[in-house]
């Protein structure tokens, strides 16, 4: 490494941010002893990290285009069917069936029992309606065989919308409705701003427009529906509920280079937002070239045409929370604030080297899928305003106002198993509220938990009993 940063002269410092979005959806187990329809819903990952509207709330829900869902039987898996879903307009935080007057893209539940792997993953499209060049999609009736072909680019491609998900062993017992946790499929690095300096170190001309190229890096790659993995693999495992990332094959038959025309925000284009100067890229190791020690052949190498003039750098890894940062897998995004001082050219480029970053993390608001608890943070706040006995201090994120029997009622929702094992006394669901456990499991102390109940849920990990000590 220490003859790796003496070949350009410099270090490059990079901050990345790992976050993730989650999907829910309202449970609705109406099941009449026949065949019942499969519910989803979906919400976009910008990684963030705070909750935020439901996908479609911001006004752009139908830019993820069409959702194609795989629906394979647990015990039988070349038993499969396929389903295509898009945002309901205007109705935020809903999917439904692509086409409302067909129900051969449809998912069905066949009966109480029987469990399905769920896969998903979307084709974002213009307002034309036609897909974007980002991602092409296809798939075979009544067969898993699938082929999806990625283009990596700017914000034209549509890649911010690219999300995929599974959940694995799902049964209509467990609700009719499937939460998913969609995550952004391709890694982000957003170029906020360049700022050039002149030899004697005197601030320059002003960037407005600029060409940044990633010469090393695929220009595309493939896809199917057969493997997934987890995050920070780059090996198919077996289908599970995290399991969210398709595997993304860079096609050797394609020349590399991943190109971006970077311009500044102006009168003009007043909605010019920060994923304009992003470009959506294959995750990528910024140093991975063992067999050469140059600069110029690595991954994280990139070249910044302006003025005339290609300024050259290479993106490096740096300690984070004492954590070594190397690589952009899929979901991750950077933003990058960029120096182009004018000197001795480094590692390729005949004008000079990029010399300083100054690095900001990316300022999006989150989407959440629905109201529920997601996180412990969730399950903390949540304990806290349980114990003050005060119902107005339950915050309204966590909840959902439906009906039973002819009265309104506050449901809140667990997404994941929570720990309250520092209860001791009895906890209390608040009159007017009601816990849906959702198959989930609450570790408590040895305390009660008391009030309404509806769904599985567990305790300690065995089936939920009104008023029995833990």
């Known amino acids: 490494m220490e003859n790796m940063n003496k070949a350009i002269g410099y270090i490059i410092g990079l901050f990345v941010l790992f976050l993730a979005g989650c999907d829910g959806e309202t449970d609705n187990t109406g099941f009449s002893g026949r065949t019942s329809e499969v ?9 963030v990290e705070t909750r935020a509207p439901l996908i479609g709330s911001d006004g752009k829900g139908a830019k993820f285009g069409t959702f194609y869902v795989l629906q394979t039987t647990v015990d ?9 879903y898009t945002h309901k307009q205007d109705e935020a935080g809903v999917l439904t069936v692509a086409d409302a007057a067909s129900d051969k893209y449809k998912l069905f539940w066949a009966d109480f029992n029987t469990k399905y792997h769920f896969r998903a993953i979307s084709v974002s499209e213009g307002d034309d309606g036609k897909p974007l060049k980002g991602v092409a999609f296809s798939h075979e009736d009544n067969s898993v065989s699938a082929k999806g072909v990625v283009t990596y680019g700017d914000y034209t491609t549509g890649l911010e919308y690219f999300v995929g998900a599974t959940i694995d062993s799902r049964n209509l017992s467990g609700g009719q409705s499937v939460p998913l946790i969609f995550q952004r499929q391709v ?11 002149k030899k004697n170190g005197e601030k320059g001309n002003s960037v407005y427009e600029c060409k940044i190229i990633f010469p090393n890096l695929p220009s595309r790659a493939t896809f199917d529906m057969e493997h997934f993995h987890m995050f920070e693999r780059d090996v198919p495992v077996n289908i599970g509920a995290n399991y969210s990332y398709v ?26 937002g920060s ?50 940062i190397t690589t952009l897998f899929q979901r991750n995004s950077c933003v990058l604030n960029v120096e182009l001082r ?17 690095v900001k993390t990316e300022q999006d608001t989150p989407h959440y899928p629905g109201s529920g608890i997601f996180t412990q943070e969730d399950a903390v706040k949540l304990l806290t305003a349980l114990q003050s006995d005060n119902p107005d201090e339950i915050p309204a994120v966590f909840y959902q106002e439906e009906e039973r029997g002819g009265e309104k009622v506050k449901v809140i929702r667990l997404f994941k198993n929570i720990d309250w094992s520092g209860v001791t006394g009895e906890l209390t669901i608040p009159e007017g ?8 499991n609450i570790l408590l102390g040895n305390g009660s938990l008391q009030g309404d109940v509806e769904g599985e849920l567990y305790i300690n990990g065995e089936p939920y009993e009104k008023k029995r000590p833990y």
């Open 76 to 84: 039988e898996p070349e038993q499969c069917f396929w389903g295509h």
């Open 342 to 358: 004018d000197g001795a050219a480094s590692g390729g480029g005949s004008a000079s080297v990029i010399d300083d970053w100054g």
């Open 247 to 272: 595997t993304l094959t860079p096609d050797e038959t394609e020349k590399k280079g991943v190109t971006l025309d970077w311009k500044t925000a102006n009168k003009d284009t007043p909605d010019y």
């Open 433 to 440: 509220f009601i816990l849906n456990g959702q198959g989930f």
């Open 275 to 324: 994923n304009w100067n992003a470009l959506y890229l294959h995750p990528f190791k910024f140093w991975d070239n063992a067999d050469s020690n140059r600069p110029e052949d690595q991954s994280g190498f990139f070249i910044v045409k302006f003025d005339g003039k290609s300024y050259t750098g290479n993106i490096y890894g740096i300690e984070k929370e004492s954590q070594k």
């Open 39 to 47: 519910l989803f819903s979906g919400a976009e990952d910008v990684f």
């Open 187 to 197: 890694c982000k690095v957003i170029f906020n701003s360049f700022t050039h300096f």
